[in-house]
């Protein structure tokens, strides 16, 4: 910047030197404000993805508690399914043993089936029960874990978006300071 100063007795007119300072002074003090206000306007962005990501963290923790007991119902519900079908298995032996031996005492055999036909209809019910409760749960599960994936993958988005607004302004600044200093 090519500055014309005064020419006085012993060098360049203190009055115009000084002006140039003050002038100088001024821009520079202009310059450092916005560049503050753009640094707390970072600060700030940095702050909302930090309490994002610890949003985050916990929802992550939560889905993990969740899954495990999830994970625990499942094997829980198999080993119910397991159970009930050794009983379905035992009843239907029951009954065609029953059903042999319905010639020598039909009275008894047809007590007998009658108790293990109605366990099995239970069986059944329990069974039909088991299914829907399984179904149900699963898909309540898909749906929780697939908002969550659209909430984690919008956030990662924003982060990312606001990353590169970051590495922007930070370049900006650079670019200015390193004009200021030249």
């Known amino acids: 910047m090519a500055v014309g100063f005064r020419k006085s007795l012993f060098g360049y007119n203190q009055d115009d030197v000084i002006e140039y300072v003050k002038k100088l002074h001024a821009s520079f003090s202009e310059k450092e404000a916005i560049f503050k206000a753009q640094i707390s306007e970072l600060d700030g962005k940095i702050n909302a993805l930090i309490e994002n990501e610890t949003k985050l963290e916990n929802e992550k923790a939560e889905l993990n508690s969740k899954l495990s007991e999830y994970e625990s119902k499942k094997a829980e519900m198999e080993r119910l399914g397991e159970n009930i079908g050794k009983l379905y298995l035992v009843a239907q032996t029951n009954a065609k043993t029953i059903m042999t031996n319905a010639e020598e005492n039909s009275k008894i055999a047809d007590e007998e089936i009658g108790k293990n036909v109605s366990a099995i209809e239970e069986t059944h019910i329990a069974l039909d029960n088991l299914r829907k409760s399984i179904l149900e749960t ?45």
């Open 138 to 182: 699963s898909e309540n599960f898909n749906k929780e874990v697939t908002a969550l994936m659209e909430s984690l993958e919008a956030t990662k988005a924003k982060i990312a978006d606001d990353a590169i607004e970051n590495t922007k302004a930070n370049k900006q600044f650079v670019t200015l300071l390193e004009s200021i200093s030249k």
